[in-house]
T-cell receptor, first 114, second 117 residues
Framework: DAGVIQSPRHEVTEMGQEVTLRCKPI?????LFWYRQTMMRGLELLIY????????DSGMPEDRFSAKMPNASFSTLKIQPSEPRDSAVYFC????????????FGDGTRLSIL | AQTVTQSQPEMSVQEAETVTLSCTYD???????LFWYKQPPSRQMILVIR??????QNATENRFSVNFQKAAKSFSLKISDSQLGDAAMYFC??????????????FGPGTRLSVLP
């Protein structure tokens, strides 16, 4: 089975540019999570969706960040405008409903804002 | 709010030896789930083992086992016969119970494990 697919794997862009990160969850999974990982702050949950509906976006750092899930097989995380402090590894994870379901992570996107 | 603490930022173990990574958590729930994830230098997040709080039996997966002490809110990971490939960052994670949908995990800060040849 295909795992969680994230693209791009690496992104380098200049400050002020718009950045869009993409995620395809595992087929049949109902929940999708976006995380940010930095050395200073560790792994932080940004937002998560259940059945394509945002449930908790309290981790989204500021209005420059937005996330959408237009359908069960696709989600985006957008940063506009980007700043150097947004540089991090961004992970997408998905899980199925019910029981002690683990979250399955994608390989992450390493984002560098110059 | 639930919190997860990993008090050992770094650990090292000799190849073929056994090492135990500590994790404690704080919750008022009686039913919940606990996980250990491994993140090697490739940065993938790999599920190592899971434990359901209502099960008294400690989970095991090959060389990996846990010591789950519910009253003490402790969930340590034991790696037996350590291998060079075990070198990674290890994260402990807590999840509240879920009837239907995925729940927000609370991750600890991680423990970096080095395996010495």
């Amino acid at each position: 089975d295909a795992g969680v697919i994230q693209s791009p794997r690496h992104e380098v862009t200049e400050m002020g540019q718009e950045v869009t990160l993409r995620c395809k969850p595992i087929s049949g999974h109902n929940s999708l999570f976006w995380y940010r990982q930095t050395m200073m702050r560790g792994l932080e949950l940004l937002i998560y969706f259940n059945n394509n509906v945002p449930i908790d976006d309290s981790g989204m750092p500021e209005d420059r960040f937005s996330a959408k899930m237009p359908n069960a097989s696709f989600s985006t995380l957008k940063i506009q405008p980007s700043e150097p402090r947004d540089s991090a590894v961004y992970f997408c994870a998905s899980s199925r409903r019910g029981g002690p379901q683990p979250q399955h992570f994608g390989d992450g996107t390493r984002l560098s804002i110059l | 709010a639930q919190t997860v603490t990993q008090s050992q930022p770094e650990m090292s173990v000799q190849e073929a030896e056994t090492v135990t990574l500590s994790c404690t958590y704080d919750t008022s729930e009686s039913d919940y789930y606990l996980f250990w994830y491994k993140q090697p230098p490739s940065r993938q997040m790999i599920l190592v083992i899971r434990q359901e709080a209502y099960k008294q039996q400690n989970a095991t997966e090959n060389r990996f086992s846990v010591n789950f002490q519910k009253a003490a809110k402790s969930f340590s990971l034991k790696i037996s016969d350590s291998q060079l490939g075990d070198a990674a960052m290890y994260f402990c994670a807590y999840s509240p119970p879920s009837d239907n949908y995925g729940q927000n995990f609370v991750f600890g800060p991680g423990t970096r494990l080095s395996v010495l040849p």
